[in-house]
């Protein structure tokens, strides 16, 4: 089932940049096939979805949750995520503080930010909070914040896309200088329609589904 795509996108990336394959909607055997080539690290935007595949599927995937999180599906994922790359809010980073306590668990998490304006309906924390937000999440004792999550413009102006991920960077390096870069090492920035925009812009993870699963 891997598509020719696969390769493209795995030339692209090379060894530096992580591949989160987004697997929301794919079948255990869409997922298996990915898997099968090596992949490891898998994205899922709904919790359900989410539960239902990972018992069904290898305990060494690494699940990304990459969807809005309400804060009352926390306490039913955490068991089984490997990260949580859409922290958005004061209120979701104590509510997984809160459940992650329970369990006596740290989770890694990554600070997502609504960086582009032109997009309203996009989720994310406002980036001109993002110091005080970060340093929030960081004093939380169950909380790894270890970088930053974006979502590109809903464009095809590669510009616009450019700038949104040019300024995404500047951010992720300015929180580098504050925390170290062995602190925050993760920059997921990058989909299906902008990953080569991305790479080009400095990201350090790409997330990628509709790309890799559906031929054009």
Not at 88 to 108: G, Q, W
Not at 112 to 122: G, L, N, P, T
Request: proline fraction near 3%; glycine fraction near 6%.
């Amino acid at each position: 089932m891997i598509k020719e795509h696969y390769e493209i996108v795995r030339k692209a990336i090379g060894t530096d940049i992580q591949l989160c394959v987004v697997s929301k909607k794919r079948s255990i055997e869409e997922i298996r096939s990915y898997y099968d080539a090596g992949e490891r690290i898998f994205g899922e935007n709904h919790a359900q979805e989410l539960l239902e595949k990972a018992g069904q599927l290898p305990e060494d995937i690494a699940w990304h949750f990459i969807g809005h999180l309400q804060r009352n599906k926390v306490r039913s994922i955490l068991p089984f995520v490997s990260c949580i790359q859409s922290l958005d809010s004061y209120a979701l980073a104590d509510e997984i503080e809160k459940e992650a306590a329970k369990l006596n668990k740290t989770i890694p998490v990554l600070l997502e930010f609504h960086m582009a304006e032109m997009d309203e309906h996009k989720t994310g924390h406002d980036p001109s909070d993002a110091l005080p937000f970060a340093k929030y999440c960081i004093e939380k004792k169950h909380l790894d914040v270890g970088g930053i999550m974006v979502m590109g413009p809903h464009t095809s102006d590669t510009k616009a896309i450019e700038d949104v991920f040019h300024k995404t960077y500047d951010l992720f390096k300015e929180l580098q200088n504050i925390y170290t870069a062995e602190k925050i090492h993760t920059l997921s920035m990058g989909m299906s329609s902008d990953y080569k925009t991305a790479i080009a812009c400095g990201t350090t993870m790409v997330r990628i589904g509709t790309y890799l699963f559906e031929e054009d």
